[in-house]
Each structure stands twice: as structure tokens, then as C-alpha cells.
């Protein structure tokens, strides 16, 4: 890979005209310089779009804007904006965040053999200032080739994204079942290993309107306890995949939970794959032998 190799962001709007221009100044003035700014808006209702095309003529060289003929939602506008993607690199975006100015080139000198890096995030309000949590704070951040850390839970927000292209064609479609930046996480270690940064590289905003997955909320378990099948079954379905079989029979074991004679299976390869299979939670130890037990006699899954 050339050292200064072209990064296309894909950047997805939806009514952000609030603090879009924030966000467009922190990625129009990154360090990395090889930098096109894919903008993909989904029938904006408010001004957003008029902003955006504003910025374009400004800087016509760098984005490439593009509006949807109707609204597609937000998983099925991000798939757009990848595919419109021509950089070696890809790198996901908000619209109201604020990127530190050495995100990009940071990412770029640490990708290396990986397919995908990701960094930390320090967590602002609706008015930028600080608060107390970051990412790393609430979850251990992976490194890595095991798609196990990421069955019951994630880490990889989708802001702090830096990947291969190469990585597209075994990501899109997203399936619905399961959040976007959860999925890529997931299947970047079935193909390749993921790297973390451990660096607050993005101001992450938190308000009221934020699209959040369960990297950056403290009901994830929640999440999991409500919908941990259909997610499984859609992590299962990869074949020929690293650890594909393992996690299609843990679907399976989790799906036939009725079955008593099927509890002890469960309970075995859960407690013999522990440590990647619960690495992303701070829970300690002892508390997390005692989730194993709850799995095999609970109607949920806790995680």
C-alpha cells in the first residue's frame, strides 16, 4: 500500500444541519490531506442539504455530494455511501461529531496488514463539552482475528472505522438484525484481524436525536437479552468463515435452550471459549462464570 494512499469517507446526513458544519470542518481539516469526502444525503427535511451543497462548491475537489430520490433509513443510506466509495480506504462518519485533526493520518500509519482499526472516543453533550465516560471506559477494546468477542457484544464504534476496501464485498448487505458498525466489527475478524488505537480520536456527541449501537450504551444487555437469536443466526450464517461452525452450533444450542439434554454443550463450549467469547465485558471474573451458569437454565441469554 502506497504511504499516502487515497481515504474516501463516507459521510450519511439526515436532518444534521445543526451541527453538520462542525463536523465537515473537522474532516476538512485533518492532517491526512488524499482525502474524498463521499456525502450521501436521505432526503434532508430541514436545511441540511442546501449546507451541504454550499460546502461542495466550496470545496468541489474534495466531496462528492449525493441525495437519495426518496429516503431509505439510515442502515440502507450508509450501504450507499460505502459503495460510492473509491479511496483503499474507507472511513465512516457522523454528522455531528468532532474529529481530532490527526484522525485520519493516525489510522492510516497504524492499518498496516489489518483489515480494520478503530480508536477510542471521548464523549461530549449536545454543547461539546466533556463528559466522565470514553468507550474504553465501559468495554475492553479488541485486537485481534477472533469473530468470538463480538457474538454477544461490541466495541468497534462506527465514527472510529478505518478499513480496507477489500472488506466491502464481505459486509454489504447489512442485515437488519444487527447494528452496521457491530456487523463490520464482526466479520473484519472472520476475513482479516482488526487493530485498536488507543486514542480519543472523535468527540462523540450525545443528545437526544444520536444513533447509538450498543458500543456506546449501557443497555446492551438489554439489547442482547431481546433479539441475542436472530442476531446469532446471522452471525452463524457465515460459511467457510474463521470459527463459523463454533458459532453456528452456539446458535443452534442457544435456539434449542428447551432442550435439557442440550444444556450441558452449552455450558461447555461457553466456559471453554470464555475468554473470547466475554472479552469485551468489564464484568470481573467471577461475575462472568456466573453468566455461563444463568445461560444454561435461563430463558434469556445475559451476557
Not at 11 to 24: D, H, M, P, V
Not at 247 to 264: A, C, M, P, R, S
Not at 279 to 285: L, T, W
Request: include cysteine; aromatic fraction near 10%.
Amino acid at each position: 500500500m502506497k504511504n499516502t494512499p487515497l481515504v474516501s469517507i463516507a459521510l450519511c446526513t439526515y436532518n444534521g444541519s445543526e451541527y453538520l458544519s462542525i463536523q465537515l470542518e473537522s474532516i476538512l481539516n485533518q492532517t491526512y490531506s488524499n482525502l474524498e469526502i463521499i456525502i450521501v444525503d436521505d432526503q434532508s427535511t430541514d436545511s441540511t442539504y442546501e449546507l451541504l451543497s454550499s460546502y461542495q462548491e466550496k470545496y468541489s475537489t474534495k466531496i462528492k455530494l449525493y441525495q437519495n430520490p426518496s429516503n431509505l433509513g439510515f442502515i440502507k443510506n450508509f450501504e450507499r455511501a460505502i459503495s460510492l466509495c473509491q479511496g483503499s480506504l474507507i472511513a465512516l462518519s457522523d454528522q455531528d461529531d468532532i474529529w481530532d485533526k490527526n484522525k485520519i493520518a493516525i489510522q492510516v500509519n497504524e492499518i498496516k496488514n489489518n483489515i480494520l482499526v478503530y480508536h477510542d472516543s471521548l464523549m461530549v453533550n449536545e454543547i461539546g463539552e466533556p463528559l466522565k465516560d470514553s468507550i474504553s471506559n465501559m468495554k475492553n477494546m479488541y485486537s485481534g482475528g477472533s469473530p468470538l468477542p463480538f457474538l454477544f457484544n461490541n466495541c468497534v464504534s462506527g465514527h472510529s472505522i478505518l478499513m480496507k476496501k477489500d472488506l466491502i464485498h464481505d459486509i454489504i448487505p447489512f442485515p437488519k438484525e444487527i447494528f452496521y458498525d457491530w456487523w463490520i466489527a464482526f466479520r473484519a475478524t472472520q476475513v482479516g484481524t482488526i487493530s485498536y488505537i488507543d486514542k480519543k480520536l472523535v468527540h462523540y456527541r450525545q443528545h437526544e436525536g444520536t444513533i447509538t449501537s450498543p458500543t456506546l450504551t449501557t443497555k446492551s444487555d438489554e439489547y442482547i437479552s431481546s433479539s441475542n437469536i436472530s442476531i446469532l443466526k446471522v452471525l452463524g450464517s457465515s460459511k467457510n468463515r474463521k470459527k463459523s461452525m463454533l458459532i453456528k452450533t452456539i446458535h443452534d444450542l442457544v435456539e434449542n435452550k428447551k432442550n435439557q439434554l442440550l444444556h450441558f454443550k452449552l455450558f461447555k463450549l461457553l466456559l471453554v471459549n470464555r475468554k473470547e467469547i466475554f472479552f469485551i465485558s468489564k464484568k470481573s471474573s467471577a461475575s462472568k462464570l456466573n453468566r455461563i451458569f444463568k445461560n444454561i437454565w435461563s430463558k434469556k441469554l445475559h451476557i
